[in-house]
């Protein structure tokens, strides 16, 4: 009488096991940094979204007072129409740090005619080093996104 085993025994899985596990160990740091680049990136495109709305909507609807304003200590940011809040975004999750060139950046303006209020770079960094400056020119109004200081 001839037995046909077909399948896995305990300990082949078992080992199976043992080894994804240990890859995984080895992998997760990786993933890790490869996720919180991903967010830095999202959060980055989010900001630039925004000032490219606040910057449509005082062109199309000739609005004067429109602004984002910054708050570098608590790392989140307003859309305003002169006092009143719009929207407001918490980076806090995301971002470890945000700074801006020149210092006194913190408040973008944005005119009718699509200009904003002053040219500058607002730094964003991530808690792995990991740096996207968003450039703002005000001659133009073009807004980009970095990941090398300009």
Same mark, same amino acid.
């Given at each position: 009488?001839?037995?046909?085993?077909?399948?896995?025994?305990?300990?082949?899985?078992?080992?199976?096991?043992?080894?994804?596990?240990?890859?995984?160990?080895?992998?997760?740091?990786?993933?890790?940094?490869?996720?919180?680049?991903?967010?830095?990136?999202?959060?980055?495109?989010?900001?630039?979204?925004?000032?490219?709305?606040? =910057?449509?909507?005082?062109?199309?609807? =000739?609005?004067?007072?429109?602004?984002?304003?910054?708050? =570098?200590?608590?790392?989140?940011?307003?859309?305003?129409?002169? !006092?009143?809040?719009?929207?407001?975004?918490?980076?806090?999750?995301?971002?470890?740090?945000? !700074?801006?060139?020149?210092?006194? $950046?913190?408040?973008?303006? $944005?005119?009718?005619?699509?200009?904003?209020?002053?040219?500058?770079?607002?730094?964003?960094?991530?808690?792995?080093?990991? $740096?996207?400056?968003?450039?703002?020119?005000?001659?133009?109004?073009?807004?980009?996104? !970095? !990941?090398?200081?300009?």
């Amino acid at each position: 009488m001839k037995l046909n085993n077909k399948g896995f025994t305990f300990i082949e899985l078992l080992v199976v096991a043992v080894i994804l596990g240990i890859l995984l160990t080895i992998a997760y740091p990786r993933l890790e940094k490869v996720r919180t680049r991903w967010e830095l990136n999202g959060v980055a495109r989010q900001m630039v979204s925004d000032i490219r709305k606040m =910057q449509q909507k005082a062109v199309v609807e =000739q609005i004067t007072g429109l602004n984002i304003t910054l708050n =570098q200590a608590a790392r989140k940011y307003y859309l305003k129409e002169n !006092s009143k809040v719009l929207e407001s975004r918490d980076l806090s999750r995301v971002i470890t740090g945000i !700074s801006v060139k020149p210092k006194d $950046f913190t408040i973008v303006e $944005f005119y009718t005619n699509g200009m904003t209020s002053g040219a500058g770079t607002i730094a964003l960094s991530n808690r792995y080093g990991e $740096f996207r400056y968003i450039v703002i020119l005000n001659t133009t109004g073009r807004v980009r996104i !970095s !990941s090398t200081p300009p």
